[in-house]
């Protein structure tokens, strides 16, 4: 017999091997099920397929039911809050013939859903970690960096105090003071946080004012009227290409009267300078940017993680650990 692709939500049973420590509140997911309906399937396995691969987790799974969820447990449980009679399903009993398969694959389908709980999340990894052995072989499996491994398991070695302040402190500081002895982790987050201020502040005070009119250019050229161009010249308007020069056998035009007598020997008065060369170098090298901060090691790794792109950082962070171990190892 083909598969059910639709169950009632009693039959199923949630999976004790969730990683999410909480469903949340699912008010406003059970509404949407009711308003718009259910848009992805549940993926579920046959509760004997599930007991083959973890037989001592038969106590785990709630009664009467004939099916187990492995990807889909909050739709599951906000179906029964918005009193659905039926869930769409996808049965895949090759989720794992053994129970770290069968854990991946619950762990996995969680990883990749950007909605999982920070700290979720970490211990998810964790749990993974133990099954692959090593950040790299988890990395490489996740089809992640081992940067972002380390990153994401670093909140696990949080001191309580600043575990608790994970969703009220910015999470890629906490990160980065999880890789510290936890006596030194309060006032590294503290210097993290007073640089990144420092940082905003000095953006704030370079960007230019919107809002300002744009200073004119040197070489702009200053729409006169016609009509005015003999109060200025005393003759007539000058040609449009005033940078060509003159035909052989063609003399420039004259300026007229008022202007060849203003002038001795019939010179044109020379143009107004432009500003002093050095008074404009001035002000350039206000405008440049803020070096590199190679002697301060917070400063720079805000500003990498500011300004660097995600794939490109965790390249340079994985060379660092590398350079880190290769470090450490003489001297062990």
């Known amino acids: 017999m083909a598969p059910p692709t639709e169950l009632p939500p009693h039959r199923i049973s949630l999976n004790p091997d969730n990683p999410r420590s909480s469903l949340g509140d699912l008010t406003d997911l059970a509404g949407s099920l009711r308003t718009h309906g259910q848009k992805q399937a549940i993926t579920v396995m046959n509760r004997d397929a599930y007991l083959k691969a973890n037989p001592d987790r038969e106590t785990d799974l709630e009664p009467d039911t004939t099916y187990v969820v492995i990807d889909g447990s909050s739709r599951l449980a906000a ?135 744009e200073p004119k250019q040197h070489n702009e050229s200053v729409a006169v009227p016609e009509e005015d161009y003999t109060a200025i010249t005393g003759g007539a308007k000058p040609r449009e290409s005033q940078q060509e020069a003159p035909q052989q056998g063609e003399t420039e035009p004259e300026l007229g009267a008022a202007a060849s007598a203003s002038v001795p020997d019939g010179r044109r008065e020379p143009m107004p300078s432009v500003p002093e060369q050095s008074a404009v170098d001035s002000a350039t090298r206000n405008q440049q940017p803020k070096r590199f901060p190679y002697r301060d090691g917070a400063e720079a790794a805000l500003h990498l993680i500011h300004k660097m792109p995600a794939e490109e950082f965790n390249k340079m962070l994985d060379l660092l650990i590398k350079h880190r171990d290769s470090q450490r190892a003489p001297s062990a």
Do not use: Y
Request: glycine share 4%; hydrophobic share 45%; net charge neutral.
């Open 79 to 213: 179906a029964r809050e918005a009193n659905l009679h039926v869930v769409k399903v996808m049965v895949s009993d090759d989720q794992g013939t053994n129970a770290e398969e069968l854990l991946e694959s619950a762990l996995v389908a969680n990883i990749h859903r950007q909605d999982l709980e920070e700290l979720d999340e970490a211990r998810a990894l964790q749990r993974l970690l133990a099954i692959h052995g090593s950040q790299r072989a988890l990395a490489k499996r996740l089809h992640r960096s081992q940067g972002w491994v380390s990153q994401r398991l670093a909140l696990l070695n949080l001191a309580p105090e600043l575990q608790s302040l994970i969703g009220t402190e910015p999470i890629d500081l906490l990160r980065a003071v999880g890789n510290k002895p936890q006596d030194q982790q309060q006032a590294a987050l503290a210097e993290l946080k007073a640089a990144r201020m420092r940082t905003s502040a000095e953006a704030a005070a370079t960007k230019p004012d919107r809002h300002a009119p």
